[in-house]
Every structure is written in structure tokens, then in C-alpha cells.
């Protein structure tokens, strides 16, 4: 069965510094890939998808994504982080049975 | 164009008592997934509904039942409320099928069993 694993339930950065959250999927190649950011009290947002066009996905906000077969990967990455990055960031696959799995989320603190 | 609505925000419920959640998807969108979050558990799949026909179930009891209406609309229903019930429960809607295109978040229904 398809499976979502984020490393790290919480991540702390400085304002400005690199941002990379951990995602690793279960081995088959799952059909889309995704990266959602949830603010507090709100819904998910969409922040970029994969969809085997491209192994690098720009997604909004400034974030980018790197699809890594070999290290069955989609790590998350921002140049520099802004204070209103600070928010909770799911890894999620779709299966083969066409289900959405999310990982386990990831809580970015952005420190001044 | 208006998002995805979700009433009520906020419930209480009991224990043994059912619950019937509503989502308004966007504007011309025929699906509607339904998923429940908990600290424990994440985010999980409920259920998908496409063209008020239910494609995709998450491994979850029967007490939890869905269905969507002719104008796309959604409603899910949770019958004989457990503890465990207590989640956000979030819907997100999508032109087609999830699978194939974006899913739009509302802000989900908190509900509470006591």
C-alpha cells in the first residue's frame, strides 16, 4: 500500500534561511505527488503538484519540490523563509485506487 | 468566485447521537472528497463523490455515510458519535475526478463528541 512519511513533525528556521521539508513516498511510483500548506484554523492550500512532467515543480509562495526516483523523494524547499511561511505543510500521493494519502504534517516555525 | 463553504463551522455533539455535515463545493466543480483530521491520525480519506455517485471510500465504518446532491452540493452524516469522532472535518472540491485535478480546501466543521 501506497504510504506518505514526513521527517520531522516540527521544523524551526530563521527569517531568511533555507527552508526543506522531508518527504519520502513507499516505493511504487505513485501518479501525483503534492505538497498542501494548512494556516491556522483554515483549510489546505494547494502549494505545487507533481505530475511527472518536470522532476522540479515551482509552486507558489516561492516554494519548489524535486521529484527523486532513486531516493523516492519529494523534499520541499524555499530559498528563504518569511515569517508567513509559518504554518503546517502535508507531503500527500495519490494511489493507484485513486485515494489522496497525506503524510503526517510537518509544523514550520519561521524565528525573527 | 466563492470557495468552498462548510457549515456549521463549529458542533457539539454527544455521544450516541448523529451529525450530518455540509459542503458547498466552488462553482461548477463535480467532485467532492471529505476528509477527517485528527492530532493523532492526520489527515485520512473519507470519501470522494463525482456526479452525486460515490467513487472512492477511505477505510472507515459504515457510521459514516456520504452523498451529493444534483447541484454538486455535499453532505456527510455520522451516525452513533464516538469519542474518537472528535475532528475537523474537511471537504474539498475538484473539477473532475481528485485524482486529476485540484482539490480546494473549505475551512472545515470542528465537531466535538462529549
Known amino acids: 500500500a501506497q504510504s506518505v512519511t514526513q521527517l520531522g513533525s516540527h521544523v524551526s528556521v530563521s527569517e531568511g534561511a533555507l527552508v526543506l521539508l522531508r518527504c519520502n513516498y513507499s516505493s511504487s511510483v505513485p501518479p501525483y505527488l503534492f505538497w498542501y500548506v494548512q494556516y491556522p484554523n483554515q483549510g489546505l492550500q494547494l502549494l505545487l503538484k507533481y505530475t511527472s512532467a518536470a522532476t522540479l515543480v515551482k509552486g507558489i509562495n516561492g516554494f519548489e519540490a524535486e521529484f527523486k526516483k532513486s531516493e523516492t523523494s519529494f523534499h520541499l524547499t524555499k530559498p528563504s523563509a518569511h515569517m508567513s511561511d509559518a504554518a503546517e505543510y502535508f507531503c500527500a500521493v495519490t494511489t493507484g485506487g485513486f485515494k489522496t494519502i497525506f503524510g503526517a504534517g510537518t509544523r514550520l516555525f519561521v524565528k525573527a | ?114
Open chain 2, 1 to 114: 468566485k466563492a470557495g468552498v463553504t462548510q457549515t456549521p463551522r463549529y458542533l457539539i455533539k454527544t455521544r450516541g447521537q448523529q451529525v450530518t455535515l455540509s459542503c458547498s463545493p466552488i462553482s461548477g466543480h463535480r467532485s467532492v472528497s471529505w476528509y477527517q483530521q485528527t492530532p493523532g491520525q492526520g489527515l485520512q480519506f473519507l470519501f470522494e463523490y463525482f456526479s452525486e455517485t460515490q467513487r472512492n471510500k477511505g477505510n472507515f465504518p459504515g457510521r459514516f455515510s456520504g452523498r451529493q446532491f444534483s447541484n454538486s452540493r455535499s453532505e456527510m452524516n455520522v451516525s452513533t458519535l464516538e469519542l474518537g469522532d472528535s475532528a475537523l472535518y474537511l471537504c474539498a472540491s475538484s473539477k473532475g475526478l481528485a485524482i486529476e485535478y485540484e482539490q480546494y480546501f473549505g475551512p472545515g466543521t470542528r465537531l466535538t463528541v462529549t
